[in-house]
Nanobody
Framework: QVQLAESGGGLVQPGGSLRLSCVTS????????MAWFRQAPGRERQFVAAIGESGSSTSDTNLVKGRFTISRDIARNAVFLQMNNLEPEDTAVYYC?????????????????????WGKGTLVTVSS
C-alpha cells in the first residue's frame, strides 16, 4: 500500500500563493502518474492537474486558468502543486493521488479520477 502525505495547505488571502507538497517513501512512485484533486464543501471532487513519469502534464484549464503548476522531484519522491493568484473559489481540501500507470494513458485516466492511491488531503482556505 502506497502512502501519500500532503502538506502546505493553510489560510491565504485572495491573490496569494501556496505550494502544496505530496511525499511518499515508495521509491517506485517516480514511475507513477501523480495528480492533484480538490473537493470543496458540498461539491464533487474535481481534477486539478496530473504529471506522468516523463514529466508530461495535464490540467483542468478552466479550473487552473494558468495559475497552478504541477511538478515532481524524483530525488525526493515528491510532487508539488504551486498555486498562485488564489481566489476564494479555490477553497477546498486538496488531495494527492497516484496511479501505477505513468504513461500518457495514465494522464487520461487521472482526469477521470481513476487513481490507485489517495492521500488524506490538506485544507486550503482562501479568505480575507
Amino acid at each position: 500500500q502506497v502512502q501519500l502525505a500532503e502538506s502546505g495547505g493553510g489560510l491565504v488571502q485572495p491573490g496569494g500563493s501556496l505550494r502544496l507538497s505530496c511525499v511518499t517513501s515508495e521509491q517506485s512512485i517516480n514511475t507513477y502518474t501523480m495528480a492533484w484533486f480538490r473537493q470543496a464543501p458540498g461539491r464533487e471532487r474535481q481534477f486539478v492537474a496530473a504529471i506522468g513519469e516523463s514529466g508530461s502534464s495535464t490540467s483542468d484549464t478552466n479550473l487552473v486558468k494558468g495559475r497552478f503548476t504541477i511538478s515532481r522531484d524524483i530525488a525526493r519522491n515528491a510532487v508539488f502543486l504551486q498555486m498562485n493568484n488564489l481566489e476564494p473559489e479555490d477553497t477546498a481540501v486538496y488531495y494527492c493521488a497516484a496511479l501505477r500507470d505513468g504513461t500518457k494513458f495514465g494522464l487520461t485516466r487521472a482526469k477521470f479520477g481513476n487513481m490507485d492511491y489517495w492521500g488524506k488531503g490538506t485544507l486550503v482556505t482562501v479568505s480575507s
